[in-house]
């Protein structure tokens, strides 16, 4: 298949590109590299050395023998120049990974609410059109996320795939409905990916656009068997406040020697995936595109925790400290999540599930180039609302410079 990849320079979007170029397809990464530039915003980095996405390019080549392409544009402003790259490259299918995609950094001022709505809002919908104006029939691959059912909305009801069959009183007795489950998002950024799916939904009707829609949990991990294969094509780690996702946080602050950052009781429960089994999935779902008329939703999701829970097993596995912190999100506190995921395994997905190995590959990697942290960066500071607590920084001593062997059990 000729495969376009919309953020393929990003956590999930470079594996994926990998990943689908080693299993033969041609593929193109289209990307404005404004992830990159957050980070100098923040001024974060990595805490993997990620090298310019011309120099893995290069590198993927010299290691696979294959060809991976790159168009650098910007999907929510370039609307014309999309057009023209969808009819130079006229491709099968397009994976659609370029939307800012943190929550806390979609919170964190009224200008960077701005910038994720417009950002995401115009990238989706440029999209759309330009495979309309084309009239190019590639199907779409998206990723959503979890947080567009909200944690628990139904209380430990299984979360259905997309959809859910209500029941409509008529004159004429109750008639039976299948709508989009109530959007119910936490954030700015969740917010985006509930409008994404409007969106979705009229362009399938409209104009028979064929589209997947990835109700993705947070991804874990950072390498896959691609990205591993040489040290220049070493995929992102974020671990500061806004980017950092909360088991990679964790596995990165044991590898310091960091109190684990649980926000409030830690009674959140969340959908979890890792980042191989997104590769996998990508690839099932390029594989069953839908017929049209109808987006196609699925959960990838493998497995949910608590994040206390999670916190208490890296502890007890590390010896690191838990902090319960004034949590600067507005969230429940606790919540059921109970989340269907039958699609992909029907279609063949073999779950990864936490072991201990996977999670201490994640420590080792924290732990060699744990030179690269920024400790003032670890605690979020974003809060959901003016006047919110944040965290005082915590007392603790990072062992960022001695050899592993000084450093956590691991
Ligand atoms: P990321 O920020 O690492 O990658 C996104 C990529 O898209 C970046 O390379 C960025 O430069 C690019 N991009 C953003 N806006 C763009 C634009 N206007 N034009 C061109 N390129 C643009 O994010 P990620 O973690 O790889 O997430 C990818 C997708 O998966 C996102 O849509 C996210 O919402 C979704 N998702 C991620 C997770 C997770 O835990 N990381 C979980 C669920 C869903
Ligand atoms: N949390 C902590 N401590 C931390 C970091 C987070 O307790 O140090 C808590 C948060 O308060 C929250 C939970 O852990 O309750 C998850 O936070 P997160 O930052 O790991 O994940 P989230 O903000 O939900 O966003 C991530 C990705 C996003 C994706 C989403 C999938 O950044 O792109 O859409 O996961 S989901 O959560 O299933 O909606």
Redesign the pocket.
């Known amino acids: 298949m000729n495969i376009l990849v919309l953020g393929g320079d990003g956590f999930c979007g470079w594996p994926t590109a990998l990943y689908l170029s080693d299993r033969g397809h041609d593929v193109t990464v289209l990307d404005n590299l404004s992830r990159r530039a957050i980070d100098l915003e923040l001024e974060v980095q990595s805490l993997t050395p990620i090298r310019p996405l011309g120099e893995r390019i290069r590198a993927w080549r010299s290691v696979s023998g294959r060809q991976i392409g790159f168009v650098r544009l910007d999907l929510a402003t370039e609307h014309e120049r999309l057009a023209a790259v969808l009819r130079e490259l006229r491709p099968d299918a397009v994976v659609h990974f370029a939307e800012q ?4 950094y979609s919170m964190r001022s009224p200008q960077a609410k701005r910038y994720t709505v417009d950002n995401n809002v115009r990238a989706t919908h440029n999209l759309l059109s330009a495979l309309v104006t084309t009239g190019i029939d590639a199907a779409v691959v998206h990723l959503g ?3 567009v059912y909200g944690y628990g909305w139904s209380g430990s009801a299984p979360i259905p795939e997309g959809y859910l069959t209500v029941k409509v009183p008529t004159p004429d007795g109750d008639v039976l409905r299948e709508i989009l489950h109530p959007a119910n998002p936490g ?1 700015v ?2 917010l985006t ?1 509930t409008l994404d799916q409007l969106m979705f939904a009229f362009y399938a009707k409209n104009d028979l656009l064929r589209i997947t829609d990835l109700h ?4 874990w991990g950072t390498q896959t068997a691609q990205t591993e294969r040489d040290e220049r094509l070493i995929n992102r780690f974020d671990y500061d ?1 806004d ?5 990679n ?2 596995l990165m602050q044991a590898a310091i020697g960091h109190p684990l ?4 009781t ?1 009674g ?1 429960t ?2 979890f995936i890792h980042i191989r089994d997104t590769v996998r999935c990508i690839e099932i779902a390029l594989q069953n595109p839908p017929s049209g008329a109808k987006p196609q939703v699925f959960n990838q ?1 493998t497995e949910t925790y608590r ?1 206390d829970d999670l916190a208490k097993l890296v502890a007890s596995l590390t010896g690191v400290d838990v902090a319960y912190l004034p ?1 600067p ?1 507005q ?1 429940d506190q606790e919540n059921d999540l109970n989340v269907r995921n039958d699609q992909f395994i029907a279609l063949g997905l073999e779950p990864t599930t936490l072991s201990e190995g996977l999670m201490a590959e994640c420590t080792h990697i924290a732990t060699r180039y744990r030179h690269r942290i920024d400790p003032s960066k670890i605690i ?1 500071r974003s809060v959901w609302r003016e006047g919110m607590a944040t965290s005082d920084d915590l007392a603790f001593e990072p062992v960022l410079d001695t050899p592993a062997e000084g450093g956590p059990r691991w």
């Open positions: 995609r943190a929550a806390p996320t979890m947080g954030s950024y969740h990916k993705q949990g947070i991804v406040g980017y950092g996702t909360v088991l946080r964790f950052t649980v926000h409030g830690g959140q969340r959908a999701v994040v949590n999100r969230e979020a």
